[in-house]
T-cell receptor
């Protein structure tokens, strides 16, 4: 079983739609949860960073962590064509421990 | 802040040659940097942790004699792919912890695409 599971998509939505991206994990020691956006042939860009359970909102982006279900989500409201990218979840146990990445979900927002 | 650069962004080389990739933290110091490899449509796989002033730590299955890492200063780490072969063709990405010092806020470079002919 992989440490982190993420549906690779591809996911295609019309502009203005709400997008839901999800990851599940198996390691209960994970405490830090990140979402990265990666454009084609570019390095990942940190979008959201959450510690432990709960919600975090930043503009059109909301990250949710449910540690009891080992499930994290990223919601994008009012999606824009510029949001078209691959979204990677990442998590770690902290203390300098290794990051574990999902395989990434490819998102296309159609104008 | 927290900008990480990589050079070159794209390199094509012949099989058997060596290629050096640089990773720099532009506006902060990084005593630790991480090197990842990403194959098409796959996730990032950690190859090694680069430590300034000491030897790099390699992940299981990564040949340290093939992927030489040198953390020359607090702002520069280099990855040298020695005797590259076509199976080494991949996207190589480095990262560094952000200015908070937390390993959980890693900032990534733009990546280096290596193609070995």
């Amino acid at each position: 079983q992989k440490e982190v599971e993420q549906d690779p998509g591809p996911l295609s939505v019309p502009e203005g739609a709400i997008v839901s991206l999800n990851c599940t994990y198996s390691n209960s020691a994970f405490q830090y949860f990140m979402w990265y956006r990666q454009y084609s042939r570019k390095g990942p860009e940190l979008l959201m960073y959450t510690y432990s359970s709960g919600n975090k909102e930043d503009g059109r982006f909301t990250a949710q962590v449910d540690k009891s279900s080992k499930y994290i989500s990223l919601f994008i409201r009012d999606s824009q064509p510029s949001d078209s990218a691959t979204y990677l979840c990442a998590m770690s146990a902290g203390g300098g421990n290794q990051f574990y990445f999902g395989t990434g979900t490819s998102l296309t927002v159609i104008p | 802040g927290a900008v990480v650069s990589q050079h070159p962004s794209w390199v094509i080389c012949k099989s058997g040659t060596s290629v050096k990739i640089e990773c720099r933290s532009l506006d902060f110091q990084a005593t630790t940097m991480f090197w990842y490899r990403q194959f098409p449509k796959q996730s990032l796989m950690l190859m090694a942790t680069s430590n300034e002033g000491s030897k790099a730590t390699y992940e299981q299955g990564v040949e340290k004699d093939k992927f030489l890492i040198n953390h020359a200063s607090l702002t520069l780490s280099t990855l040298t792919v020695t005797s590259a072969h076509p199976e080494d063709s991949s996207f190589y990405i480095c990262s560094a912890p952000g200015t908070s010092g937390s390993y959980n806020e890693q900032f990534f470079g733009p990546g280096t695409r290596l193609t070995v002919l």
